[in-house]
């Protein structure tokens, strides 16, 4: 407790000095959940009727808040980048404006669309067109990544049964690089191994979209793909990313 509640404080100094802000991957229809709107704007069911995009929205204004108070500012802000897709954006953008930003200001949400390519079939077809809880800038999780002072982190959920439908997190070889191995690649023994000494699933940390990135290794990222990046024009130092499956 006496880790967390450092790290708490950290992760809210970072967000109250501006160095962080959040990145979400919401591109994709919510086809799964029976809608062709973007899967932000789908009501999950809760009493209050709220979309998934309030929920995050909300909890980015907490956690501004939080901030300010732990750091006695004025106002701290917490940019937020969405990144949506030629069937999205249009939907996300009128989405956000009929609610008025759900509290936040409009000039801290930047939506920007994702390219697209072609889907390609087993035999080299091309594919014609005619689908949790996640905490967004958790101050810990935050505090967490700047004390070990790594460029990438993830969260991760333990599987609920073996077959469930999620990647997991793997270590390929013996003191290899982890690597995340979806569902539909991971052998039905292996999905079903139990480690002996834990009694848990061999592969039971499944990946959950929510990782942690500082702007340095997202830049050397972009620049192995071009030679100019967006990111290195900005002032922040870590981004948060979160992608809904």
Same mark, same amino acid.
């Given at each position: 407790?006496?880790?967390?509640?450092?790290?708490w404080?950290?992760?809210?100094?970072?967000?109250?000095?501006?160095?962080?802000?959040v990145?979400l991957?919401?591109?994709?229809?919510?086809?799964?959940?029976?809608?062709?709107?973007?899967?932000?704007?789908?009501?999950?069911g809760?009493p209050?009727?709220?979309?998934?995009?309030?929920?995050?929205?909300?909890?980015?204004?907490?956690?501004?808040?939080?901030?300010?108070?732990?750091?006695?500012?004025?106002?701290?802000?917490?940019?937020?980048?969405?990144?949506?897709?030629?069937?999205?954006? $249009?939907? +996300?953008g009128?989405?956000?404006?009929?609610? =008025?930003?759900?509290?936040?200001? &409009?000039?801290? #949400?930047?939506?920007?669309?994702?390219?697209?390519?072609?889907?390609?079939?087993?035999?080299?077809?091309?594919?014609?067109?005619?689908?949790?809880?996640?905490?967004?800038? $958790?101050? +810990?999780?935050?505090?967490?990544?700047?004390? =070990?002072?790594?460029?990438?982190? &993830?969260?991760? #959920?333990?599987k609920?049964?073996?077959?469930?439908?999620?990647?997991?997190?793997?270590?390929?070889?013996k003191?290899?690089?982890?690597?995340?191995v979806?569902?539909?690649?991971?052998?039905?023994?292996?999905?079903?191994?139990?480690?002996q000494?834990?009694?848990?699933?061999?592969?039971?940390?499944?990946?959950?979209?929510?990782?942690?990135?500082?702007?340095?290794?997202?830049n050397?990222?972009?620049?192995?793909?071009?030679?100019?990046?967006?990111?290195?024009?900005?002032?922040?130092?870590?981004?948060?990313?979160?992608?809904?499956?």
């Amino acid at each position: 407790m006496d880790h967390k509640e450092r790290w708490w404080k950290m992760g809210l100094k970072a967000v109250s000095e501006g160095k962080l802000a959040v990145l979400l991957l919401s591109g994709g229809q919510g086809t799964r959940l029976g809608s062709s709107d973007p899967k932000g704007c789908f009501n999950v069911g809760l009493p209050s009727g709220k979309s998934l995009f309030q929920l995050q929205a909300e909890r980015i204004l907490c956690v501004q808040r939080l901030a300010a108070q732990a750091m006695n500012e004025g106002s701290v802000t917490i940019h937020w980048y969405i990144m949506t897709s030629p069937f999205t954006d $249009d939907a +996300t953008g009128k989405f956000f404006e009929s609610h =008025k930003y759900f509290g936040l200001e &409009a000039d801290q #949400v930047t939506f920007f669309q994702q390219g697209t390519t072609p889907c390609i079939s087993k035999d080299g077809r091309y594919v014609m067109e005619t689908p949790f809880k996640v905490r967004v800038a $958790d101050p +810990t999780f935050l505090g967490y990544f700047i004390d =070990k002072g790594v460029a990438a982190a &993830a969260k991760v #959920v333990r599987k609920a049964y073996p077959q469930e439908k999620v990647g997991v997190f793997v270590r390929r070889g013996k003191g290899g690089p982890l690597t995340v191995v979806e569902y539909t690649e991971l052998d039905q023994s292996l999905a079903s191994a139990v480690n002996q000494q834990t009694g848990r699933l061999r592969f039971c940390w499944s990946n959950v979209c929510l990782h942690m990135f500082t702007l340095d290794f997202l830049n050397q990222m972009a620049l192995r793909k071009t030679a100019s990046t967006i990111w290195r024009r900005k002032k922040f130092h870590l981004f948060m990313v979160i992608q809904w499956v």
